[in-house]
């Protein structure tokens, strides 16, 4: 009988690895397949979108994106962690708003062509949502 408690105990904990894989794979899919722009960026509630008018992002597999401004292209890394809700992004550019975007953000909220996000850097708080390109 407690082989049988013991089995289900496995199971049960293979289950939810099971579970948090698919919906990890499900969100990185989601992420890779599209490229994304800055639909909407606020530093302490002002508005900053146009720091990013022009901006195209490509999430890679291999845990790289790729910035597209003005014929020109800067490459940085990112990971999503599921759990935590969050995706942390890096880029080691000069640029001043590929700087604002490297940080650990919370996820707010997802739909399949949306990602709202918000980080606290010393004193500033940044939102952003991210709009799929089609």
């Known amino acids: ?6 089995l289900v105990v496995l199971l049960t904990c293979s289950c939810k690895k099971t579970v948090e894989k698919v919906a990890e794979s499900m969100i990185t899919d989601l992420i890779i397949n ?3 722009y800055v ?4 530093i302490n509630g002002k508005d900053s979108t146009s720091l990013f008018d ?15 401004v ?3 292209s800067f490459t940085g890394n990112w ?5 935590a809700l969050t995706i942390a992004s890096a880029f080691n550019e000069e640029l001043k708003p590929l700087q604002l975007l490297t940080n650990t953000w919370s996820i707010l909220g997802t739909t ?10 010393g004193n500033n708080n940044y939102q952003m949502t991210l709009y799929r390109i089609n």
């Open 1 to 6: 009988m407690r082989w049988l408690l013991v």
């Open 34 to 36: 599209y490229d994304w």
């Open 39 to 42: 639909h909407s960026f606020k």
């Open 54 to 68: 022009n901006y195209r992002f490509d999430f890679q597999k291999n845990d790289k994106v790729v910035a597209y």
């Open 70 to 72: 003005n014929n020109q």
């Open 79 to 83: 990971v999503a962690n599921v759990n």
């Open 112 to 121: 399949t062509t949306s990602v709202r996000a918000s980080t606290i850097v």
